[in-house]
């Protein structure tokens, strides 16, 4: 079949990954790292704070990936968690070796409509990870803001992410407060999931916004917390997850209702998005 | 379409078409017959045109018939859609060979060396279709210069159609049964008592140079007519209709309704009709390696909905059921196509009812879901 | 948790590993397929060591196995000890094939009484040391990947073993032929010539070959990742069908399969009087 036998393409377009260099690397948790790469052809992958790559170790597949990096400069920065076999080949990549990335792809964090308004960053476990740019840039132009605020849960103090940089961020000016689901008698932090840090946390319900990322069990019970606290889910932002495979709006799979994920997500206003998860198996 | 636009062609002329194609340097795609139905393959002359046959369409069910005539594109749509030349059932993305560092280094691209197609015989509908997969491939942020290359010099010749299937409802979706735009040239096939010829409309400029090596005459007001009626016959005889009066809305009201629990008992969740729709886009993009970890290739294949991994997410599938993967592709091609791209994702076709192996009629069942409010509006 | 948790996740290529090839009740069609593979296998040399395969050599090494390939289905007590042997010996466990999947056609041994079999087979049945069922590796051990057919597809059983090698999922889909024919361009048999065809509730990965002859599909490769035999079989009654037919028709290589075979048994209807004692 001539059609079927049609292999060939020219280059590049969306589809072909950029090689990048792992130039550093952070264990985060047991199945968690921070990876830091640089593009072999020396032009910075620009991002807004929320957007994804497809990332790919060599012949393991591809998967996609928040940035978690400053979207102000430096290397490009993924926090990945070995759950499956791409993940846990792209984990096991050492510094000086490479990875294909393409992209970047996706809405991101709606960081501008917040300007005068206090922020509520709320993340569950690896959910840290899409937050991370956006809280980079809202405390490098936290002039232009309110009180900014992160409540970020974990399942115990181990699964955190990040845990050096919560108390740089703390003292630039953020309020952090962290809780886990469970922990030991070392743990001097607050127990209980992050729902309930949204009751004891300040802010302007009238004006505020919040930027959630986690598990879509814990989202729907911090925007009932939220809610309750009087702010509505037009103001509430969530970064979604769904099966991506091209990035590019044309594989179908990351549907969600009458969205593509890749390309009106992954970040939504949950207004957008509470009549589809109503639906089960939608 | 203004008269000035209208030619007619013999019968005995057609093989002109061929041979200004392949003067053109086109391979021509076009129906002929093989393995008991009508196909999209490539074809030289008419002889491999499917000459005095029809076919039968129902739900689950197609056979050819013979004519009484020697007509030369007297049946409706079969299994094949233009899809497989503007979408590939498979295409190697890229390949490259592994660097000693776990890069890669793409290997250069063999040269383009996929034909110039021509298209003849595809029917209104189907123009419809290839605009919807165009918006979708080509209309938006991102775009594969390889899914525009398939689709840069392709010429169209459609072939209006002078009759309707049974499962054919494209008048219920405004695609047909005439084309009006999308081809170079169109064609209505008139058979008369002792003439066989054809009604042309050209559609662009490069139609009309084509028409320009072609023996043609203007065609008269009794072939305008003729060509009229046979459009007109179509239309009165399609054989099904959807009501898209507020679909959208009215499949976003019903997403549980207990009508997709029944179409379930039924639902092979074989993905024929995907495979078939001339608009379903769904591919997979995996990795293949070789043996020896030395290569690797990124291949995109047609996919479906309606497979388990389709919707797989850490933790499992989204559409687990049988139910919700029906619900997902008549809800996507009906309803949340409109949002997605600007348009239903249905041209009225009637290829998945008729090669649904059950027979499940997406026309039936969307009257279904309707019919079951009128009869929630009753209660009181 | 485990104690090496901490450490990043072993790369598969890494390594030179070791490769075994096990057998128990089959026809050996399936190892013949990896025989098949020679040329792709000795390209492999420097990467894979088999180490089991008596099959292809008498020579053999001692495991522990960083991979065992087993065909064949479990048919008698021996087998069942044995299969627990080579799960405690291999670090991967795939096994090929309907035999090992399903438990092959001899399973057709579990629609009827094995006894009977024997004592009008064999002239002394009391040597005959069987089991009454013959069923799939993993009703005895847990197994790491199944790979359908009867037999085997060659390229699917590469694919295979190179993805373990890469450490990435194998490209082996669930899905049913359906998807294998339309892509490449067969004309559905079923529904342009009416001829009965399992493709629908069978898994991929033959390539949709029979219906590319004109032929239904036969189920060689077993159920579909969610095969609805009822609705199947309620249109190849329509199209004339009779119960005994749809009763065969799930009954060959993939007969043991629970889909199948729940299939079948439901047109399979006890002659009048009640069942035989």
């Known amino acids: ?282 | 379409m203004s008269e000035s636009a209208s030619h007619t062609l013999e019968r005995q002329d057609f093989d002109e078409l061929f041979g200004a194609l392949a003067r053109r340097g086109y391979t021509v795609v076009g129906p002929t017959v093989r393995d008991q139905a009508i196909v999209y393959e490539e074809i030289a002359s008419s002889a491999e045109l499917p000459i005095g046959w029809t076919d039968e369409q129902e739900a689950g069910h197609y056979r050819l018939r013979r004519r009484e005539d020697a007509a030369l594109f007297g049946y409706n749509v079969g299994p094949h859609s233009w899809k497989r030349y503007q979408l590939p059932p498979e295409v190697r993305l890229w390949r490259a060979r592994r660097d000693a560092d776990g890069g890669l280094t793409e290997l250069e691209p063999e040269p383009r060396t996929a034909p110039r197609y021509a298209f003849l015989g595809a029917r209104s509908c189907e123009l419809h279709a290839m605009g919807i997969l165009d918006r979708v491939l080509l209309g938006g942020a991102h775009t594969d210069p390889a899914d525009r290359a398939r689709r840069e010099d392709v010429l169209v010749i459609a072939v209006q159609c002078a009759q309707a299937g049974n499962t054919c409802f494209c008048s219920s979706m405004g695609t047909g049964p005439t084309a009006e735009s999308g081809f170079d040239i169109a064609l209505t096939e008139v058979l008369e008592q002792d003439r066989h010829y054809f009604v042309l409309e050209v559609g662009s400029e490069r139609g009309g140079e084509l028409l320009g090596e072609l023996r043609h005459a203007p065609a008269g007001q009794h072939e305008r007519a003729a060509a009229s009626a046979a459009h007109d016959r179509a239309a009165a005889q399609m054989g099904r209709e959807l009501d898209v009066t507020d679909i959208r809305d009215l499949l976003y009201r019903n997403l549980e309704n207990p009508r997709w629990e029944e179409v379930a008992e039924r639902c092979l969740s074989c993905g024929n009709c995907t495979m078939v729709c001339p608009t379903c886009f769904c591919t997979s993009v995996e990795d293949v390696t070789d043996l020896a970890g030395e290569h690797v290739e990124r291949h995109q294949r047609w996919d479906s909905c309606f497979t388990v991994d389709y919707s797989h997410i850490h933790g499992g599938s989204v559409r687990a059921s049988t139910r919700s993967r029906y619900r997902q592709w008549m809800t996507h091609k009906l309803a949340t196509w409109i949002d997605q791209f600007g348009s239903s994702g249905c041209v009225g076709c009637g290829r998945c009812i008729a090669w649904c192996p059950v027979g499940i009629d997406i026309t039936e069942e969307a009257r279904a879901i309707r019919d079951s409010e009128a009869v929630g509006d009753a209660r009181p | 948790m485990s104690a090496d948790s901490n450490q990043t996740p072993a790369k598969q290529t890494s390594a030179k590993q070791t490769l075994a090839v096990w057998k128990f009740s089959s026809c050996d069609g399936c190892q013949l397929s990896l025989l098949d593979c020679e040329d792709e296998l000795l390209a492999l040399a420097d990467r894979l060591r088999i180490a089991y395969f008596l099959e292809a050599t008498s020579a053999v090494a001692e495991g522990p196995y960083d991979i065992s390939i087993v065909e064949g289905s479990i048919t008698t007590p021996h087998d069942a000890e044995r299969i627990r042997e080579v799960r405690r010996q291999s670090r991967t466990l795939i096994t090929i094939g309907a035999c090992a999947t399903a438990g092959g056609i001899q399973a057709l041994r579990n629609f009827g009484d094995v006894a009977e079999f024997t004592s009008i087979v064999y002239a002394s049945p009391d040597f005959i040391s069987t089991l009454s069922t013959s069923t799939p590796i993993s009703a005895h051990v847990p197994v790491d990947f199944e790979l359908n057919g009867c037999p085997i597809n060659k390229v699917q059983l590469l694919e295979v073993i190179g993805a373990h090698l890469a450490g990435r999922r194998p490209r082996v889909r669930g899905h049913s032929v359906c998807v294998e024919c339309k892509r490449r361009g067969t004309v559905c048999v079923m529904v342009a010539h009416g001829t009965p065809c399992l493709g629908p509730v069978t898994h991929a990965g033959c390539g949709a070959i029979c219906p590319a002859y004109d032929r239904g599909c036969y189920g060689c490769f077993g159920p579909m990742e969610s095969p609805n035999t009822a609705a199947l079989s309620a249109r190849m009654a329509e199209l004339g069908s009779e119960e005994i037919d749809l009763v065969r028709v799930y009954r060959t290589f993939n007969a043991g399969s629970a889909a199948f075979r729940e299939a079948s048994e439901a047109h399979e209807h006890e002659p009048a009087g009640g069942a035989p004692a």
């Open chain 1, 1 to 282: 079949m001539g059609a079927a036998a049609e292999l060939t393409r020219p280059r590049p377009g969306p589809m072909v990954p950029a090689s990048f260099t792992v130039t550093g690397k952070r264990q985060e948790t047991a199945d968690t790292w921070t990876l830091e790469l640089e593009p072999r052809d020396g032009a910075r992958l620009e991002f807004a704070p929320g957007q994804f790559t497809m990332l790919s170790a060599f012949g393991a597949g591809e998967v996609p990936i928040s940035i978690s990096g400053d979207p102000g400069g430096g290397p490009l920065v993924h926090t990945v968690r070995a759950v499956g076999l791409a993940t846990a080949a792209i984990c096991a990549a050492k510094p000086g070796e490479a990875l294909g990335v393409r992209g970047p792809f996706g809405r991101p964090w709606p960081l501008e409509e917040l300007e005068g308004a206090d922020v509520l960053v709320v993340a569950g476990g690896i959910g840290l990870a899409p937050l991370r740019p956006a809280i980079l840039a809202l405390l490098a132009g936290q002039e232009r803001y309110g009180r900014l605020r992160l409540l970020y849960g974990g399942r115990a103090p181990d699964q955190l992410l990040y845990t050096a940089e919560l108390e740089e961020w703390s003292a630039r000016g953020m309020e952090v407060a962290v809780t886990v689901d469970s922990a030991g008698p070392e743990w001097l932090g607050h127990v209980g999931v992050v729902p309930r840090l949204v009751h004891r946390a300040r802010f302007d319900p009238d004006s505020a916004g919040a930027l959630l990322c986690g598990p879509e069990v814990m989202m729907r019970f911090t925007v009932s917390a939220l809610a309750q606290a009087g702010l509505t889910s037009e103001r509430v932002r969530a970064s979604m997850e769904r099966n991506m495979q091209c990035g590019t709006a044309h594989c179908g799979h990351c549907q969600l209702g009458p969205t593509l994920v890749c390309r009106d997500g992954p970040v939504y206003a949950w207004s957008e998005l509470e009549r589809w998860l109503a639906v089960r198996e939608l």
